[in-house]
């Protein structure tokens, strides 16, 4: 795996796919499979919720038509349901599954978990990033 995947106090020790410091994703609202803020992941993270993305209506509507709605609101799971242009750790799989059918969203590569790239290429993140300059 790629330098940065660990089990003890993984957002200080792990890396985004430049090479840096993982800066947070986004706290309004609160993402990352830790709920932290932060694309950071462990060997508990199956679903490798690691690539930085900023919504859109048509990745919300694609996500939930391959069964992963993330815009209605879930109370139960206290989860408010995402709109277009909230920030949120995507799993590395469903980001390159939208990728594949021409649905991905824009990537905040300075959050986004250097052990996405084992699923992701590093010049389809470049593709579809977001300024962040």
């Known amino acids: 795996m790629p330098d940065g995947f660990s089990n003890n106090n ?3 020790s792990q890396k985004n796919v430049l090479g840096g410091v993982l800066q947070t994703c986004s706290m309004n609202p609160v993402t990352g499979f830790y709920r932290n803020g932060c694309c950071e992941t462990d060997y508990n993270d ?22 992963n709605d993330l815009s209605t609101p879930r109370p139960e799971f206290e989860f408010q349901g995402l ?3 909230d920030l949120w750790c995507l ?3 469903r980001w390159q599954q939208a990728l594949e059918a ?12 250097i052990i996405t790239l084992n699923i992701c290429s590093l010049e389809d993140l470049k593709k579809h990033a977001i ?3």
């Open 83 to 85: 709109n277009p242009g």
């Open 91 to 93: 799993c590395a799989k």
């Open 46 to 67: 199956y679903g490798l919720h690691t690539v930085c993305s900023e919504m859109t209506v048509e990745f919300l509507e694609y996500s939930k038509s391959v069964g």
């Open 102 to 113: 021409g649905k991905a969203p824009k990537v905040k590569l300075s959050s986004t978990n």
């Open 131 to 133: 300024n962040e300059g």
């Open 10 to 12: 993984p957002q200080k």
